[in-house]
């Protein structure tokens, strides 16, 4: 077993729960988040300055009332979130099949069974683990994403096995432009998750989202360019609890930036900000709100 996914041995007794805890039904495990939903919102309090920080930026036009709705709100799926991932160490395709369900498939695959590879920029609304491994059970070609490692060696390999068990390859951060370079033609689709505030040192655009000046990461706009790669947005909707509909949405078929002017700096992130924004009024609760969006201030010029 440590050979294959590489568990260290003073955590195999840790596995063998979480693998036992991901066995149990989804209903099951509903029960022990409607509990952790309780322990975070109204005892513990986890992240509840940031979660509240967040949402008076955000939406500044609620009242307080209506932003603590969205706090609970937010708990509330946050903690199914959780046991979903949990989860997922355990789900069959078919069980994945039946929680997930691509509303518009023909939109990626006339751009992959034609031989283009495409980027999907997903984002942390609703529940942001299944969807490449729903890739991978519905399409016939590969499907990849790209993620950075944890520190922790037990975890890593845990969350590496957990996310690619249903066919999914994972792609280190810091090995993007080398594993584009080789598969350069190879038709397959890969997800970035770029919704996240990049480090210091790595911010080079700042747009306006959700009433504030905020970095985006811009690696997939230099990418498609780079490569001529169509790029789509992934909106997913939770329609009940353990049930989604995903949905692409085309930024550019790799020319031509749709509802945007190609002078503009970085079409492809602003057209990514204004989708993800858009998703987030219609669904606020539904947003990574414990990640301090806000934490750089944009230098005045």
Do not use: C
């Not at 991901?22 to 975070?40: R, T, W």
């Amino acid at each position: 077993m440590n050979k294959r996914i590489n568990i260290p041995p003073a955590y195999y007794p840790l596995w063998l729960l979480l693998k036992g805890l991901a066995a149990l039904p989804l209903p099951v495990l509903y029960l022990f988040a409607d509990f952790l939903y309780f322990l975070m919102y109204y005892v513990i309090g986890y992240r509840k300055k940031v979660v509240e920080q967040n949402l008076r930026m955000a939406f500044p036009e609620n009242g307080e009332q209506e932003r603590q709705r969205i706090a609970k709100a937010f708990y509330r799926q946050f903690a199914d979130v959780m046991v979903e991932i949990l989860h997922l160490a355990s789900m069959s395709r078919e069980e994945m099949l039946r929680r997930t369900t691509f509303t518009n498939p023909e939109v990626l695959s006339r751009y992959v069974e034609g031989g283009t590879p495409v980027l999907i920029l997903g984002t942390h609304v609703a529940n942001w683990e299944w969807s490449l491994s729903a890739a991978a059970v519905t399409f016939n070609f590969p499907a990849e994403g790209v993620y950075k490692p944890l520190n922790n060696p037990f975890f890593e390999s845990y969350m590496l096995h957990t996310r690619s068990r249903l066919g999914a390859h994972l792609i280190k951060m810091k090995d993007t432009l080398r594993e584009f370079v080789a598969k350069r033609k190879v038709p397959r689709v890969v997800a970035l998750l770029s919704d996240q505030t990049p480090l210091r040192s790595e911010i080079n655009f700042w747009t306006e989202f959700l009433h504030q000046d905020t970095p985006f990461y811009t690696g997939a706009e230099k990418l498609s360019q780079r490569f001529g790669y169509p790029v789509l947005f992934l909106d997913v909707k939770r329609t009940s609890r353990g049930h989604y509909a995903l949905t692409f949405e085309e930024i550019t078929d790799g020319k031509t930036v749709h509802g945007l002017s190609t002078e503009a700096e970085f079409p492809v992130t602003v057209a990514f900000a204004r989708k993800l924004e858009a998703a987030l009024r219609r669904a606020p609760a539904d947003y990574l709100w414990t990640h301090k969006r806000w934490k750089h201030k944009r230098p005045k010029s």
